[in-house]
Every structure is written in structure tokens, then in C-alpha cells.
């Protein structure tokens, strides 16, 4: 799910306590003071979240792809972004945490696939046939089967 600026205008009023007019402009002060220290070469520093550095990349040589000519690319400014420690731990909980110890992390069961009705849909009553036999002269959903082959149940338990 992305966060839209509304849905982060209506998450700051809500959880600051303020008028959505405030929150929006709020929200649209930070990013201003983001973009001009940017742009005026500053580091940005969000506290547990990360830090914005501009970045300056090198004129290059490129390829024009309908042309196939070769296009002389001008240097172009960019920021990066590196998360803060704060931010990783939270995206990765299985990381250490203090004592040595691995936090355990909930694992969902993955859904069990459900029958489409199609001609792919597993039946009911039917039984699984194996891939190729072990023995190699029989043939088995119409091709003939090597020896070192072995029951698709077997290979995949």
C-alpha cells in the first residue's frame, strides 16, 4: 500500500491533534526544508527513519535505443537514501537483539490453493501419477522414461 500526502495529512491530524489545513501545511513546510537543503548540498537527518545525501552523478556515454547512436548523458543530481538503525530493525525483526538471542518473528502459513474448477484443478478421488516410472521401458504420460528417473512422489517429499 502506498501512503498518498492525504493519507499522511490525515495520519498527522489525527495523531498530533490538529486541523487537516494544519497538518498539510505542515507536511508541505518539511518537504520544502528537505528540498532546499538538498539542493543546497545539505544532509538531511530524520530522526529513525534515515538520511537523505545529495548525490551528484558523472556525465556518461549512452545509447540512443531507436537510433543506436551513442548520446552523451549530462551529470545529474540526485539524493540517497540510507535508513537509520532504527528503520532496519523494524524491517528486519530476526536481527539480534541485545542478549545474543534471535527475536522470534510470527510466520504466516501459506494459503492452500484453492480449486478453480479448470482443467488444472485437482479432483477429488484422483490419485497423483508419477512423472516417470523407475522402470525405464514403460512409458508414462506418453514419453518414454530413462532409468535414473525417479516417482514424482519421491522426488518431490
Known sequence: MVHSKADMVATLAR???IPKERASAALDALTEGFATALASGQAVDI?????LTP???KARKGLNLRTGEPVEIPPTRTAKFAPAP???ARLNPTKETGAGKLEPVPVQKPKEPRATGGKSAAREGEEKKPLFSKK???KVGGKEAPEYYEPREKMFD
Open 15 to 17: 495523531e498530533a491533534g
Open 47 to 51: 530522526f529513525r527513519l534515515g538520511r
Open 55 to 57: 548525490f551528484e552523478r
Open 86 to 88: 532504527a528503520l532496519k
Open 136 to 138: 525405464g521401458k514403460e
